[in-house]
C-alpha cells in the first residue's frame, strides 16, 4: 500500500513494457532529425518496426556531447521549432554551449521528475523549500521550482550565493528543505555556526544539486545546521535538467524513473555492457523527449546498476551515486583514480574533514602527487605526522598510489559556490 502521489511502481514486467514502447516512438520520433534519420538507417533501423525487444537498442548508434554541440544552436531538433516554449543551456566551460530545447510536454516531465525527487526525500505539501541553485539558462533553478509547485509546497526561489539573504529567508520563513550544492550548503552550515543560529532554523533536509556530497559532509551537515537528512540529485540538462533519480532514506544508491529514461551502463572503452553491479559509463535513451530525444547518449558520468529491490519496498530502479566523470579520472603512474574513490578513503579517518585538494607535477618524466587535507575541528595538530603518514599509507593499499599527504588547519582549503576545485593538474608543460 503506497500513498505515493508522483512516484511510479514499476515490476520488472511493466517496466518492460513502458520501456519498449517508449524506445519504439523514440526510434520513431527522431527520425524526424536528419542526423538522428542517417545514423539510424545506416545501423539498419528504419523505423519503430525494426524495434522488436529491448535487446535491440544495442544496434542503435550512441549520441555523444559532440553531436550537441555540433549542430549549434539548436541540436538534435525533431520538432518545429514553433513547438519549442523553453531552452536551457549548459555553462559551457569548454568550446560551444549545448543548448536543449523544451517542448510544453517536456517542461511537464521535467517538473513531473522533480516532483518525484521531493517524494522521494520524504517531503510533504507542508514542507517549505528553499532554492539556491542557480537559475537562468541553467536548469537547476527551473526545475527545483516548477517541480516544487507541481508536489504543492511553499516555494522560497532565492537562487545561489548571497549567504546572509540566504539565512535570514530560511529564519524568517522557516525553510525546511534547501536545494544547493555540497559547496554552498559547507559555506552556510559554517556561517550558522560561528553566528550561533542552529536552534532559530526549521531545516529538516538538503537535497544537493549538481555535485554529489561525502560521508564527511553530510556528517557536518547534521551536525552544525541540524537537519535530519541529505540527498543527491541526479540528473543533467540533456535529461530535462536535475531530478532523474534521487536516494531514499536507505540511501543505498539513487532510484531513478526508468520510465522517462533507459539506463545502461558500458565499458568507456569498448562500449559493451557491464554486468549489473559493475562501475562504468552511464548511456541513456529517453523514452517520452520530444524536442530533443536522446539514443544511447554517452553522460561520461560514472556509476553502476544496484542490483535487488531497495529495503524501502519502492519497485523502482537504483544506480549508484556518480563516482566521477571518465574524463575526470586521473591517470597516474598508470593508475585510474576517480575523485569519488579519494573521498572514500577520508571518511575512513575520523581526525580529517571532508575537504582536500591534490595536486599534480611531473618531474624528470616521473608524475608525483601531494594532496593536503583539512584536519577535523576540535582535533589537535600534534598529531599531522602520524595522520598525514596513515592517510597516505590507505591511499596506497586501496588506490594502489603513492600519494604524499599534508594534513591543513580547518577552512584553508578554498571554498567555491560551485563545483569544488579539487584537481589541479600541472603536469602539462
Ligand atoms: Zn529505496
Redesign the pocket.
Known sequence: MTTDRFLPDLPDDKLARIQLEGLRWTVGHAMNNAVYAERLKKAGVSGPEDIHSLEDLQRLPFTTVEDLRDGYPLPLLCVPEKDIVRIHASSGTTGKRKVLAYTANDTANFALQMARCYEMAGLTKEDRIQIAVGYGLWTAGAGFQAGSELFGAFTIPIGPGNLDMQLQLMKDLKSTCIGCTASMALLLAEEVERKGLRDSLSLKKIIFGSEPHSLKMRQAFTEKLGVEHTYDIAGMTEMYGPGTGLN?D?C?GI?YWADLFIHEIVDPHTLKPVPDGEVGELVVTSLRKEAVPLIRYRTHDLTRIVPGQ???G?RIP?HGHIRGRSDDMIIYRGVNIYPGQLSDVLNGFADVGGEYHVELTRSEGLDYMAMKVERAGGVSSDNDKNLAQAVSMELHKRIMARISVEIVDPGTLPRAFGKSKRVTDNRLE
Open positions: 531514499c536507505e543505498d532510484h531497495c529495503a524501502c519502492r537504483r
